[in-house]
């Protein structure tokens, strides 16, 4: 069953401080995987976008990761600001259909000054 | 940048009423699709449109759901005889080549009481 896993389910941090999101999937065969930043009721927007091939890529002080062997994938925030505070989508897609994307849960991410 | 319009950010209807939630795509997209988020709950997917029909849906998607491209710049979801359970937030988004660029809308909150 294709299913993306998000953890922690929540997070605080003071500001300033760096963390770690975690996405593990099961989606296959895989295509690419994509972080997504969403504030309270407004629509997803993407933070990156990954390729098999791609282990790495950066987008200001958001960095993801992806091991496509262990089908897990890390995003890494820097220095941490309140603006920060919102959830962090893993979205995994299929490599065939049009409805190619796989959702996770999110991390519910609260910056704290 | 290009934007998702989506109208209204927020209807209140009463259960059994018929909604239109409506969505403008970036002009030169091709692909457009209906996803809904359950308040606490993951994005899911609902209906993908290309060239005008439908090319896929859910099995949220039933006779209940349908969508239009009336014109050549709006895409709406009709959902007939709304139910409690229809309460979500709905996001639209749209696709230049059907596979890497997706753009979301800030969605439409949907309460039905």
């Known amino acids: 069953k294709n299913q993306v896993?998000?953890?922690?389910?929540?997070?605080?941090?003071?500001?300033g401080k760096n963390c770690t999101l975690q996405c593990n999937y099961t989606v296959s065969p895989f295509s690419n995987l994509r972080w997504y930043k969403q504030d309270t009721g407004r629509g997803p927007v993407s933070l990156t976008i990954m390729t098999f091939s791609e282990n790495t890529k950066s987008n200001g002080r958001y960095t993801a990761t992806l091991d496509a062997d262990t089908k897990q994938s890390s995003l890494?925030?820097?220095?941490?600001?309140?603006?920060?505070s919102a959830s962090y989508i893993c979205v995994v897609s299929y490599q065939t259909g049009a409805n190619n994307l796989f959702f996770g849960t999110g991390t519910r991410l609260t910056v704290i000054p | 940048?290009?934007?998702?319009?989506?109208?209204?950010?927020?209807?209140?209807?009463?259960?059994?009423?018929?909604?239109?939630?409506?969505?403008?795509?970036?002009?030169?997209?091709?692909?457009?699709?209906?996803?809904?988020?359950?308040?606490?709950?993951?994005?899911?997917?609902?209906?993908?449109?290309?060239?005008?029909?439908?090319?896929?849906?859910?099995?949220?998607?039933?006779d209940q759901f349908s969508v239009e491209r009336p014109d050549g710049s709006n895409f709406t979801l009709k959902i007939r005889s709304t139910k409690l359970e229809d309460s979500a937030m709905?996001?639209?988004?749209?696709?230049?080549?059907?596979?890497?660029?997706?753009?979301?809308?800030?969605?439409t909150r949907l309460t039905v009481v």
């Not at chain 2, 709905?90 to 969605?107: K, V």
């Open chain 2, 90 to 107: 709905y996001f639209c988004a749209s696709n230049g080549d059907g596979y890497y660029g997706y753009t979301f809308g800030s969605g």
């Open chain 1, 76 to 84: 890494h925030i820097t220095a941490s600001q309140l603006s920060d």
């Open chain 1, 5 to 15: 896993e998000q953890s922690p389910q929540s997070l605080i941090i003071l500001e």
């Open chain 2, 1 to 62: 940048e290009p934007e998702v319009t989506q109208t209204p950010s927020h209807q209140v209807t009463q259960m059994g009423q018929e909604v239109i939630l409506r969505c403008v795509p970036i002009s030169n997209h091709l692909y457009f699709y209906w996803y809904r988020q359950i308040l606490g709950q993951k994005v899911e997917f609902l209906v993908s449109f290309y060239n005008n029909e439908i090319s896929e849906k859910s099995e949220i998607f039933d």
